[in-house]
C-alpha cells in the first residue's frame, strides 16, 4: 500500500518513474501507430515475412533447447561447488552478456572459421553463413541469461533438502530429477523465458557468424535490417510491431512465472 | 550397535570422535560450531572424514583403511534434520512414501505402511497437507515418519526441538522417548539446551571445538 502522503523525496522518485513510464508508452505507441494499417496487413501476408517468422521461431527455440542443455549442469555446478577459480569461470560465461553482439559474432566467426571450419566442413557440419550459424550465434548470446536464471533458481533451494533425500536412499540423479529440478521449475522456466527472448531478438552474432542473407538466414531482426536498407519501411515497421508484441508477452509471462514482477 | 572413530580436520580445529553405541540415545551437547553437526553428516556420510571407521552391526560404511566410503543412499541411516528439512512441493504422504520409491527401499514397500505409521505419530489426518500448511510440531511428527519409514539402524536428530515453543517441546521430548523405546535403535541427539540432555540422554556428552570437556570426544557404552 502507498501512503497517500508522499513527501520531498518520495516525490522525486514518482516523478522519474512517471516520465519514464510515459517515454515507453510514447516510444512503443510510435511504432505501433506510426505505420499504415493497409501496409501492415500486406506484409503478414508476403512470403519473405512467412519465412522469417517461421526461420526465427524454429531457430530460436532450438538455441533455447540446447541453452538450457548447457545451463542446467553448469548452473548446478556454479551453485553447488566451491572451487579454485570459480569467479574466473563464472565471469568467463558472463562474456556474452558483456561484450557487444558484434564482437561476439566475430570471435565466433574465427572459431568456426579458420579454426574449426574445415573440419566441419569434412563432416558437412558447417556453421558460417547457414542456418546452423543462427542457431549457434542465438545459443551463445541466450545461454548466459538461462546460465545466470538457473544458477540462481538452484542457489534458492536449501541444500538440506537434497542431503535428506540422500538420506532417504535416493541417488544423486533421483534427487535432482525429484527435489531439485521441481523447486526449481520456476526459476528454470523464468531462465528458458529469458534466453528465449534474448534469442529470438539476435541480431548482431547472428550478422556476423551466419551472414545476412534474404529468405536464407533472414530472422526477424535481420529482415528488419534488410529491409530497412533498401528503404521499405513499412515492411520493418510490420516486422517491428510483431517482435515488440512478442517480446511484451514473454516478458510478462516471465514476471508472472518467476514473481518477480507486478501479477497481470 | 554403532562403532565410529574418526578424525576430521575443520579450519579451526580437529574433530577426534570415537564412539561406540548400543541402542541407547546419545546426546551430543555444546554451543553452536562445536563440531556436534559435522558429527552427524559424518555419520550419514554427507561429509568425509579424514580416517576413522564407521560401522553398524558389523557392517562398515566407512573404513580408510580399505578405502571404502558407503554413498549416504545407501547406509540406511535416517536423519532428522533442524527445521525438519520437508520437501515443500509433496504433500505430507508423498514426503513420507519419498524414501520408499527410492532403489534402495523399494522391496519394503510391503513391510511398512507410512500412513498406519502417520497414524500414530497423531498426523495421519494430514496427509493431504502441504509442509507450508502445518504447524512446528505436526512437522517434526511428519519428518521424524519419514525418516523412520525406511526402517533406518541409526537415527541422527539435528536440535529437533529448537524450533518449537515450550509445551510442544516437551511433549514431543516424551515421544521421541517413546519412540526409542519402541524402534530399539542408537538415536544420537544433537542439542545446546541442558533440560533435552537431561531428560532423553541416555549418555550426554559435553562438546567443544570438537572435543569432550574431558578430552577427545571418546563413548564406549554399551548395555
Redesign the interface.
Known amino acids: 500500500m502507498v501512503n497517500p502522503r508522499i513527501g520531498f523525496f518520495q516525490g522525486i522518485f514518482w516523478l522519474v518513474f512517471i516520465l519514464i513510464t510515459i517515454f515507453m508508452v510514447v516510444m512503443v505507441g510510435g511504432l505501433l501507430f506510426y505505420g499504415e494499417w493497409a501496409a501492415f496487413l500486406s506484409v503478414i501476408q508476403n512470403p519473405e515475412f512467412h519465412f522469417a517468422v517461421v526461420f526465427t521461431l524454429w531457430t530460436s527455440l532450438l538455441a533455447t533447447a540446447l541453452a538450457a542443455v548447457v545451463a542446467v549442469p553448469c548452473g548446478f555446478i556454479l551453485s553447488r561447488y566451491h572451487f579454485r577459480g570459480k569467479a574466473l569461470i563464472d565471469a568467463l560465461m558472463d562474456i556474452p552478456i558483456v561484450l557487444p553482439p558484434l564482437v561476439s559474432g566475430l570471435a565466433l566467426l574465427i572459431l568456426f572459421g579458420p579454426v574449426l571450419g574445415n573440419t566441419l566442413a569434412r563432416l558437412s557440419l558447417d556453421v558460417v553463413f547457414s542456418a546452423r550459424g543462427v542457431v549457434v550465434a542465438q545459443w551463445f548470446i541466450a545461454t548466459p541469461f538461462a546460465i545466470k536464471t538457473f544458477k540462481q533458481a538452484f542457489d534458492a533451494i536449501d541444500p538440506r533438502l537434497e542431503n535428506v533425500a540422500r538420506t532417504l536412499g535416493c541417488s544423486p540423479t533421483d534427487v535432482f530429477l525429484r527435489v531439485t529440478m521441481p523447486l526449481a521449475k520456476g526459476g528454470v522456466l523464468g531462465g528458458l523465458t529469458m534466453a528465449w527472448a534474448r534469442a529470438l531478438g539476435e541480431f548482431g552474432a547472428t550478422a556476423m557468424l551466419a551472414g545476412i542473407t534474404r529468405m536464407k538466414t533472414e530472422t526477424l531482426s535481420v529482415a528488419i535490417f534488410l529491409n530497412m536498407t533498401i528503404g521499405d519501411m513499412q515492411f520493418a515497421i510490420a516486422t517491428a510491431v510483431i517482435m515488440l508484441i512478442v517480446a511484451l508477452l514473454l516478458m510478462s509471462v516471465f514476471k508472472v512465472v518467476t514473481g518477480t514482477g507486478v501479477r497481470l | 550397535m554403532l562403532e565410529a572413530s574418526l578424525t576430521k580436520k575443520l579450519w579451526h580445529f580437529t574433530l577426534d570422535v570415537h564412539l561406540k553405541v548400543d541402542n541407547q540415545i546419545l546426546i551430543l551437547l555444546g554451543p553452536s560450531g562445536s563440531g556436534k553437526t559435522t558429527i552427524l553428516h559424518l555419520l ?3 561429509s568425509k572424514p579424514n580416517e576413522g571407521l564407521i560401522k553398524i552391526n558389523d557392517r562398515i560404511l566407512y573404513s580408510s583403511g580399505k578405502k571404502l566410503n558407503i ?9 532428522l ?1 533442524q ?1 525438519y ?1 520437508l ?3 509433496m504433500t505430507v504422504r508423498q514426503n513420507v512414501f ?2 520408499l520409491k ?4 523399494k522391496q519394503d514397500r510391503a513391510a511398512m505402511d507410512p500412513v498406519e505409521l502417520l497414524h500414530s505419530f497423531g498426523v495421519g489426518h494430514l496427509v493431504d497437507r502441504h509442509p507450508g500448511q502445518l504447524s512446528g510440531g505436526e512437522k517434526q511428527r511428519v519428518a521424524l515418519a ?2 523412520l519409514v ?1 526402517r533406518p539402524q541409526l537415527l541422527l536428530l539435528d536440535e529437533p526441538f529448537s524450533a518449537l515453543d515450550r509445551n510442544t517441546r516437551i511433549s514431543l521430548r516424551h515421544e521421541v522417548k517413546k519412540l526409542h523405546k519402541h524402534w530399539q535403535i542408537p538415536f544420537i541427539l544433537v542439542t545446546h539446551d541442558e533440560e533435552d540432555a537431561q531428560f532423553l540422554g541416555d549418555i550426554t556428552v559435553s562438546l567443544e571445538k570438537g572435543r569432550s570437556m574431558d578430552g577427545s570426544l571418546n563413548v564406549v557404552s554399551c548395555n
Do not use: C, E
Not at chain 2, 527410492?102 to 527401499?105: I, P
Open positions: 550419514a556420510g554427507l554413498s549416504p543412499q545407501s547406509r540406511n541411516i535416517g536423519y534434520f527445521d528439512a520437501f515443500p512441493h519419498y524414501g527410492s532403489k534402495s527401499h519419514r525418516a525406511v
